[in-house]
Nanobody, 114 residues
């Protein structure tokens, strides 16, 4: 059983910053990919960023240069530093971890006001 607990969402003005955290617990294979996805109202869930246990990162074009994903393998925790936020970044952000299976967090709301 794997559990993901997210924190750090909230309301911020355009141009501001937020930092999301996601702590994973349970039986997690040490070679895995952790990441963040988001879903805006009326839209499909989309990739934001992923990071492998070796540190390889991947970003959606829409967030490159503004968001930074990082992780602490000792704590099984992944972070998403979001800078220069835009109203179009408003969405529910979901943490994800993949190894043999795939697991999702409950989601955290990020709202960016103009």
């Amino acid at each position: 059983q794997v559990q993901l607990v997210e924190s750090g969402g909230g309301l911020v003005q355009a141009g501001g910053s937020l930092r999301l955290s996601c702590a994973a617990s349970g039986s997690i294979f040490r070679f895995n990919v952790m990441g963040w996805y988001r879903q805006a109202p009326g839209k499909q869930r989309e990739l934001v960023a992923t990071i492998s246990s070796g540190g390889t990162t991947n970003y959606a074009d829409s967030v490159k240069g503004r968001f930074t994903i990082s992780r602490d393998n000792a704590k099984n925790t992944v972070y998403l530093q979001m800078n220069s936020l835009k109203p179009e970044d408003t969405a529910v952000y979901y943490c994800n971890v993949r190894f043999v299976g795939e697991y999702w967090g409950q989601g955290t709301q990020v709202t960016v006001s103009s």
